[in-house]
């Protein structure tokens, strides 16, 4: 799920959900109806009149770009004084940019260019330097502390999710009608009920993604990615460079390096991975990575069709090779899909005793409509027992609703700006926002197909506009942007004993959110880092 | 001087210097006619009776591709049994290459790619891999042990030739009259020799340029750079990429990763700028790089003579900063003087008690002249004790003459093939081979000018010919090469106090010297590394 989310896919195609009709709506937090999920947001409501109440912190002398005396090695007190960065001396961004892109380069922060021809056919040719943020983003600590405090448990309420079949196939019955692929996933999990299948060993590789609503100071989560959570590795590198540079400009930004958060995601995920081949006990046995496109070394869905087999105990054989350790890099949308051959790969795998990361319970507990349901009253109730716990995570639920709640539905035709509608499937960029609300929902409405239960609608939140400096193509744009925070977390289990259960790292993803006079701009996306304050 | 023969700036251009006429050329080292300095050599030659004498060490298993106890983390014996790159299974050859392209795209071994437009306007924007080769290069150890024993002796000795004024004028008085190059640099120096300049603190980052002779065993030197020794950086990566894809296919490729030699090139250079700063004492001066185009934190020639200015007490003053050492990353070649505002500040900085790497003695104790100079009988005697040290030197020296000794000048005409003229001027690609000699040595007798100063006569070297596969713009490719072994040199000296003399790390440089039935193709040079036998 966490591809079709990815800033790199919004940054260099173009953005084509725009927030159209919120302009002139009201602001209602207590009515909980906001929310930019997928970076399609608020942009133009927050225009003209935007306040300039988010800046990061960059203290005074980085202004005047004083000379300090060189040796000097101590910043002083930690500072926490805020200046926009858009009135950063030009002459410094510009040694900023061009040392962050040299050190993008030396350190592998890079990613094919899609206006280079050769890119995308071999690595290694056509590369440019990630869309990055110039400076880390600031961050309330305290809503960081809560953010990783959360993952484990989140964790674990996927795996005891997973757990309930059940719950899966009733949550999701209706979904299953209209949409396809969900129908698809839940086959196979259905097979499974049916052979009783136990996967001792699970793994989950999670992402949960949040952002923080400036009318109530929450931190909601927009979504829960138990499939191909990205950016683990280039996330890490942000964090880095933007370390490297607080370090370089000390006498010119007067900032704690260590204020950005140690970010370890791909390693994090490199042990899991490496765990869990260690519990399954072949030492013969590879990790295997379905992946999208033809590349070596790893598989497509089709090529494990053509080359997998079942042995009699349950191991998974791929091209000659044992498979301890299956993780989905693809499989996540519909497009994964192309033939029947796919869909025969997803079931053989499942039916092996070898790892997924995820399993298909885990994939589908990680559905729209399952967070929908998670929310519902009484619902986390059945999977967690510890109150405190319960209470954590439903401090972080944004609004959910089914489209059978007629007057949420109601609501949303009449306040169409304060929701999102969004559609069961994965894969990004499907979302419905403003005016297109209302018309979608009055569709369905007149339809009356049942089709309504591929969607869910969702509280519109109303994030923070900051002004950053982000570097795209070589150039740093100065922008109001809005940003989400991603928090990866691993999970491992053999039997009942659990070998891992932990935050791993995050990612922060910032997005152009700011209009021009002649109308919404495109927006980009790049990846940043926090800075706690 | 490095800059000009690297395997970059020939890989990305094409080449044209070809060995048009030696095809039928005698091949007689006794009389030490050879030399392919600057890859530009022994294509032709070889062909098409090329001798498969020239192989890595790949062990059988390889060609077999053969499946092995995933487990297995002994390989056994060491193994120099040696097999063909170009028999190497071609799916073996594909996953190498696959995964040593994701290598350098996560570790930097990049560089701009030309064929994109942006590349070379910022830094992080239309990169490409490295040109290298997919393997490490065979080189005996005792030629590696060789090289390394006598670089120390180098620096030494340029340190040494450096002090003596007299030899550098009188040596280069003819080149003078005839290359304007030289003779700007002649004039810093006797400006430094009439003001009697001392400089205390003498930093030397060399790089000598060996060949294998094939007919006589021997480790000729090429060149000696005393300027802008290039690619210490990207040089340690390919050895770290070439022990990385030995170490991940161990189960196909039999050899032994601590056989590619540990080259820490880029920190020994660091630390030798790093402790030529301490030793000049102010904490508040800067390092300087002077550099070739427009680029931040750096200073061209143009603007250190716009910005700089000299202290009373002899300190280098560059926009307001004080600098402790300079280092010449440009200033070898006269493409690089553009105007009298280059001299100036090239005068300006020698004049200064900053530490120069290298200073105007230095650079000319590293040209051509000064090569063939000291290669004459007992003037190496001149400038070091040691008879030992002496003998070492003298063995890898090449045969090496000027245009006024008569008899070698006719035997140049008359076996033109056995020699390579090489002009005084540095940058590259200027040298001058085959029936080229025959007609340039003829026009010069002609026109009696003196112009025969400008230009040496070196013997021309016909180093081994191997079987490489070599990685350019994603794609391998299997090619009879021939290879330059570089061993970089640091020294740092400051008065009577030796601080730094030691070998620094290497370059392997790799060039493709095939030839097609329609012609000889252009060939490229790669990076590479490595691996003693």
Redesign the interface.
Known sequence: MGGGHSSLSISQGSTTCLALSCASSPFQPQESQSNSLNFCSAARFLEPHLPKSSKIFIPKSLLRCS?V???QTQVGDSVKSIVDPHDIDPKLV??L??????W?????L?VG?RN?E?SG?????????APVALLPMSFPESHWKQACEVAPIFNELVDRVSQDGEFLQESLSRTKKVDPFTSRLLEIHSKMLEINKIEEIRLGLHRSDYMLDEQTKLLLQIELNTISSSFPGLGCLVSELHRSLIQLYKEHIDLDPNRIPTNNAVNQFAEALAKAWNEYGD????VMFVVQSE???IKTLAEIDALGELRQDGTLVVD?QAVAVVYFRAGYAPSDYHSESEWKARLLMEQSRAVKCPSISYHLAGTKKIQQELAKPNVLERFLENKDDIAKLRKCFAGLWSLDESDTVNDAIEKPGLYVMKPQREGGGNNIYGENVKEALLKLQKEGTGSDAAYILMQRIFPKISHSIL?R???PHKEQTISELGIYGSYLRNKTEVVINQQAGYLMRTKVSSSNEGGVAAGFAVLDSIYLV
């Not at 993008?104 to 592998?108: D, T």
């Not at 030492?283 to 590879?286: D, G």
């Open positions: 000379k005396h060189k040796m510009q040694n940019a061009y040392d962050a892109l040299v993008c380069s030396l350190r592998g890079l260019d280079s050769k056919t071999v690595p290694g040719v056509g590369m440019v330097h030492p013969r046995a590879v590349e070596r070394n000659g570097m193509e070589g150039i």
